[in-house]
């Protein structure tokens, strides 16, 4: 339920609910990316660290096999890292809609990030 704050005793229009939505729904999605983004270089991390020591290894046993090894292991990671890159890309048209939105027919400044 819906209750005023003591400073705007006014209750807020339809329009104004709406904004404050969009507004909410838009710093989520942003945060959403961002964490996206943490993983993805989370991926990348973990990708050189499992590349080195696997290329370390090949270096000390003079093992061709091992080579094997690290093409599978960075074509692993490429795939995982493509595949949150999709995920992740998911939200951008519903920025740039919120962005149009509150650009156009709210007349507010926009980051403008997705939509110019």
Known sequence: MYRPSSNNPQPKSKAEIEIDLLKLEY???QNTIEDYKKQIWVIKA???TGTG?????ALQRKQGLIALIVCAILLFFWVL???WKHFQRGFYPR???I???LTLECFLRSPA???E
Do not use: D, P, R, T
């Open 27 to 29: 710093f989520f999605l």
């Open 46 to 48: 973990l990708g050189i």
């Open 53 to 57: 020591a696997v290329i370390g290894l």
């Open 81 to 83: 890292e493509s595949q």
């Open 95 to 97: 920025i740039a809609e």
């Open 99 to 101: 962005e149009k939105i």
């Open 113 to 115: 990030i997705f939509f």
